[in-house]
Each structure stands twice: as structure tokens, then as C-alpha cells.
């Protein structure tokens, strides 16, 4: 057998292997607890093979409107990358995230925005079919001019496999 034909059946064997791209989307709603507890919303999609994955992810927290302690509007924006379990185990797949993107923080007529770099975790777990329910946690470092940093949020959200 010539070498072409030997890589091209190599070639050929690794593509039929190879496993295919899982992808989901996620709408999701929980709490911004810095520096008080606030409600978060937003959406994130994303795709990935085996172990490694990649998501883009949107959520905006509103202003406080308590007069006593304010606490500004958030929005964020990032890339991140996942580190999960191939498959879910009993039903749950945990996961590792790492990431970075963008970030808005505005309160009364005050605004500051810029990069901010995430971490967290969490699981996806099955209930019917490609819906799962997904509960996240996650932590930004946002910039220095940021009023109140590091922010934690948790969420739980509606998670669709496809």
C-alpha cells in the first residue's frame, strides 16, 4: 500500500472516531450577591468535544433601588472555557470553567467598564430527554475602578442539550 493511501485511511479511521460536537444553550436566572443579593439574568450557549468545551456567556444584574445600601447595575459578557465529565454520571455533569470578557458597572450617572476575567463551577443534570437543569457558580475579578470586586453569582437555569 503506497504512503498516500496508507494516510488517507488513517486520516479516514480518525475522522470516524472522532466524537461529535455536543452543543446546548442556557437561560438562566439566580443572585448576584455583591455586594448585597440582587437578582441576575442571562443566557449562555456553547459547544464542545468530550472534555473540553467553549461558551459564550451574557447576564445583567439590575441597580439596587434601596435606599440604604446601593449597589450598582452589573453586565457581563464572556468567553470561557469548560473542563467537564464526558458524559453525565447518574444523571449530573460537573464541570470547571475559567474565562474572560467584558464588563459594564454603572450606578446613579457613574459608569465604569472593562475586562474581567471568571471562574467557577458547576453541574448540568438530566431530567427529560435534552433538558437539564443547570446551577452554576462563578467568580469575576472585575478592574480596579470597579466598585465592588470580586462578584459572586449563582445561578440555576434551564439548560437544552442538541
Known amino acids: 500500500m503506497s504512503r498516500l ?3 488517507a485511511l488513517a486520516a479516514v479511521m480518525v475522522a470516524a ?11 438562566f ?6 455586594p448585597e443579593g440582587r437578582r441576575v439574568q442571562g443566557f449562555s450557549a456553547g459547544a464542545g468535544f468530550l472534555l473540553i468545551a467553549v461558551e459564550f456567556e451574557y447576564a445583567n444584574t439590575p441597580e439596587s433601588n434601596d435606599a440604604l445600601s446601593a449597589a450598582p447595575a452589573l453586565k457581563t ?4 472555557l469548560l473542563l467537564q465529565a464526558p458524559f453525565a454520571i447518574y444523571g449530573f455533569q460537573p464541570y470547571f470553567t475559567i474565562g474572560g470578557g467584558y464588563y459594564s458597572e454603572s450606578l446613579g450617572g457613574r459608569e465604569e467598564w472593562g475586562f474581567a476575567p471568571n471562574t467557577g463551577g458547576g453541574v448540568k443534570i438530566s431530567l427529560i430527554g435534552p433538558l437539564r437543569l443547570r446551577v452554576d457558580y462563578r467568580v469575576f475579578k472585575l478592574g480596579d475602578s470597579a466598585l465592588y470586586s470580586p462578584v459572586h453569582r449563582l445561578y ?3 439548560n437544552l442539550k442538541f
Not at 472516531?17 to 437561560?27: E, G, S, V, Y
Not at 459578557?77 to 470561557?80: A, E, F, I, K, P
Open 156 to 158: 440555576a437555569g434551564v
Open 17 to 27: 472516531a472522532a466524537a461529535p460536537a455536543r452543543a446546548d444553550a442556557t437561560l
Open 29 to 34: 436566572v439566580g443572585a448576584n450577591t455583591t
Open 5 to 7: 493511501r496508507a494516510l
Open 77 to 80: 459578557g464572556s468567553g470561557n
